[in-house]
C-alpha cells in the first residue's frame, strides 16, 4: 500500500522535499509549483534531491501554462499534476505539451532529462505522466469528455471540490453527490485504463478512499507534517516535564 500513498511538497525548499523522500514514509511525492512557495528553480534542485532516493516525483502545473509542463519534464520529473482542468480542451493542451510527437507537440531540448538515461526521448512516451486534476462541478460535467483525452490519468481535489460546493464537510464521503463525482471518476478511469488519484489529509477519509480504489492517495502534505511533528514533539516535552 505504501507505493500508492504520497505526499505534496509546498515549502519551495528542496531540502525539504529531500527530507521527505528520504523519511521512507511515501512511495511518490509532487512538488507544488501552484500554490507552493518555490519557483523552477527550487522545483529543479527538488527533483534532482529526489531522484537519487529512486521514487516518482511529479509536478503541480497551473492549467494553461503549457511552457511550463514542458519545462519540468525536461528537468526531470515523471510526470504533472494539471490543477484545475475543466475542459477536454485544457487536458488536450497538456497532454500536447507533456507528450513528443507523434502523441503531442512538446520539443527536444538539450535538457536535464535527456541525460538521466539513455534513450529517454523515445521511451518518454511510456514512462511521462500526465495527469489532470478535477476540482469543480463542470469539470465533472465534462468528466467523460476529458478522460477520452491523451492524458494518462485523472486526480480528484478533494478540498477544492467542497469549497466550490459552497463550505466545508466534516466528511465529503457522506455527501451523496461528490460520492458519485468520486465514483464516476474511478469508472471512467477503469474505462480508460488512466491512473486514478486524490488527495485527503484526514487518514480516515484517505482510508475510504484507498478502500473505493483510487490508485494514489496523497495523504501528506508537508507544511502539514513540519507543525504537527513541532506541535508533537513540545506535548511530549509537557508530558514529560509534568511527570518528573
Request: with cysteine.
Amino acid at each position: 500500500m505504501q507505493d500508492t500513498l504520497g505526499c505534496f511538497c509546498a515549502l519551495g525548499s528542496p531540502l525539504v522535499t529531500e527530507l521527505v523522500a528520504r523519511s521512507g514514509a511515501f512511495g511518490w511525492l509532487c512538488v507544488d509549483l501552484q500554490h507552493g512557495m518555490g519557483g523552477f528553480t527550487d522545483c529543479l534542485a527538488g527533483l534532482q534531491a529526489v531522484a537519487a532516493i529512486g521514487i516518482p516525483a511529479l509536478v503541480r502545473i497551473p492549467v494553461g501554462d503549457d511552457a511550463l509542463v514542458t519545462r519540468v519534464l525536461d528537468a526531470g520529473a515523471h510526470g504533472v499534476l494539471i490543477a484545475n482542468v475543466e475542459t477536454p480542451e485544457q487536458a488536450r493542451r497538456a497532454s500536447a505539451a507533456a507528450f513528443y510527437p507523434p502523441r503531442g507537440a512538446r520539443s527536444i531540448g538539450p535538457t536535464r532529462a535527456r541525460y538521466l538515461r539513455d534513450g529517454y526521448v523515445a521511451a518518454a512516451a511510456a514512462h511521462t505522466e500526465c495527469i489532470v486534476m478535477l476540482e469543480s462541478p463542470p469539470a465533472f460535467e465534462a468528466l467523460d469528455d476529458i478522460a477520452r483525452e491523451p492524458v494518462t490519468g485523472l486526480f480528484v481535489g478533494l478540498a477544492d471540490l467542497v469549497l466550490t460546493l459552497g463550505g466545508h464537510l466534516d466528511n465529503p464521503l457522506h455527501d451523496p453527490l461528490v460520492r458519485r463525482w468520486l465514483e464516476s471518476t474511478l469508472t471512467a478511469c477503469a474505462a480508460r485504463g488512466l491512473t486514478s488519484g486524490v488527495f485527503s489529509e484526514d487518514v480516515g477519509t484517505a482510508v475510504e478512499l484507498k478502500r473505493m480504489g483510487f490508485d494514489r492517495v496523497a495523504i501528506g502534505l508537508d507544511a502539514t507534517i513540519l507543525m504537527n511533528g513541532a506541535r508533537k514533539q513540545r506535548a511530549a516535552f509537557d508530558t514529560a516535564w509534568s511527570a518528573a
